[in-house]
């Protein structure tokens, strides 16, 4: 075999091994970016199913997506959400410690997790997470409405429970603090005579 034919031989291996090399680079990397997609396209679903109210096709969706991202927070996120809706404290504690321990602070994780420290009677870690919303988001009624339920719930600070709705219902017009005896959180109130008289102040002002 000539020299042409050897450099020619030895050129072609060179280049089947880089290109060998390269797919398996190839192989290891797109499935982050394959399972990023795949898992927000069903998390999508998922969130369009809780709205509907359907929490069964909800949670499948959050616990595919989980699988696929199992490090990320948007799966966990939905899973908390359909547990606190459904009142299952020990798995959404579970999973709240697991968004805290993220160290992401949006205004949905802060709510939610103010709501289950609500249920575990931790009023200060509650306030904490009701004021995080507030800092990031002064006009979001949901920050205050959490605050209120704070102090109506922990130490029945009626005066600022009053303050607060009155804040709440400036922040978000059409907003009626009439349905909160009906609401999560609210409902263990709903036949508390001092709750109802200073909800009822609240009602008559203009």
Sequence with gaps: MNRSCLAALAGLTSLLTLLGNSTELRAQ?????????????????GWL??????LRAAEAAA???????????SA????????????????????GSRLAASGEQSADISLLLGRI?????????ARNHYQRVLRRHPKDARGELGLALVAARGPRDWKEMRARLATATRLQPGFSA????????WK???????????????LESP
Excluded: C
Aim: proline share 6%; hydrophobic share 40%.
């Design 63 to 73: 616990r595919r997506a989980e699988l696929l991202e199992p490090n990320g927070n």
């Design 188 to 202: 263990v109130l709903a036949d508390d005579e001092e709750f109802l008289r200073h909800l009822g102040s609240v």
């Design 76 to 95: 966990i996120l939905l899973l908390t959400t359909l547990q606190v809706e459904q009142e299952r404290w020990k798995e959404a504690t579970l999973n």
């Design 117 to 125: 420290a609500v249920e575990q009677g931790h009023w200060g870690a």
């Design 29 to 45: 990397r797109p499935l982050p970016a394959w399972a990023e997609y795949h898992s927000s396209t069903i998390l999508q679903h």
């Design 178 to 185: 009439a349905i909160l005896p009906l609401t999560p959180g």
């Design 49 to 54: 199913a809780w709205a509907r109210g359907d």
